[in-house]
């Protein structure tokens, strides 16, 4: 069965360093998602991603978060400047979508610890 | 979107059917209902969807009355595995696809 993998599973930086999350869609899906849940807290949306662009994004996507498909498989996730408070676990997922009906597959997900 | 309520956490032994109602009194008309189950550690995953009546998969049955006000994800005969938490979700494609998750209702099954 097809899957959403993501690289690395564990990530510790420092402080005001850029880190960037790598995630492989499932191949014939078309829309990307980027999704955090902090430890203890319920998930939530980051960006979505369709056609090249970025076609929704959430309050807490700011100006450090950019989000790139390098290549017809990567989709990555690039903090510019972590802080402490960026640490979480961060899930891509990929999707494709019939009328109503949009199953998101989600990766395993990256641990971002930042120091 | 319409908010979604559902009870914080549940209880139940191997072997029982553990029936968790959702409730969702402002949903639209082009909303569907979406449950996902999530282990810790890991992402969450769809479980089953449905728009009114029932859906049953090969994990899982949704009930949803003909008011749509509620909805009840039903399993069947649940093992120590099924312990997780599982997210009642209302969506619409017309509003984006943007998963909106609450805190869901954590499943416990003891032997």
């Given amino acids: ?115 | 979107l319409a908010k979604t309520t559902q009870p914080i956490s549940m209880d139940s032994y191997e072997g029982q059917e553990v029936n968790i109602t959702c409730s969702h009194n402002n949903i639209a008309t082009n909303d569907y209902i979406t449950w996902y189950q999530q282990f810790p550690s890991q992402g969450p995953r769809f479980i089953i969807q449905g728009y009114k009546t029932k859906v049953t998969n090969e994990v899982a049955s949704l009930f949803i009355p003909a008011d749509r006000k509620s909805s009840t994800l039903s399993l069947p005969r649940v093992s120590l595995s099924d312990t997780a938490v599982y997210y009642c979700l209302v969506v619409n494609s017309n509003s984006g696809y943007a998963l909106n998750f609450g805190k869901g209702t954590s499943l416990l099954v003891t032997p």
């Fill in chain 1, 1 to 115: 069965e097809p899957e959403v993998t993501q690289t690395p599973s564990h990530q510790v930086t420092q402080m005001g360093q850029e880190v960037i999350l790598r995630c492989v869609p499932i191949s014939n899906h078309l829309y990307f998602y980027w999704y955090r849940q902090i430890l203890g807290q319920k998930v939530e949306f980051l960006v979505s991603f369709y056609n090249n662009e970025i076609s929704e994004k959430s309050e807490i996507f700011d100006d450090q978060f950019s989000v790139e498909r390098p290549d017809g498989s990567n989709f990555t996730l690039k903090i510019r400047s972590t802080k402490l408070e960026d640490s979480a676990m961060y899930f891509c997922a990929s999707s494709e979508i019939r009328d109503n009906y949009n199953e998101q597959f989600f990766g395993p997900g990256t641990r971002l610890t930042v120091l």
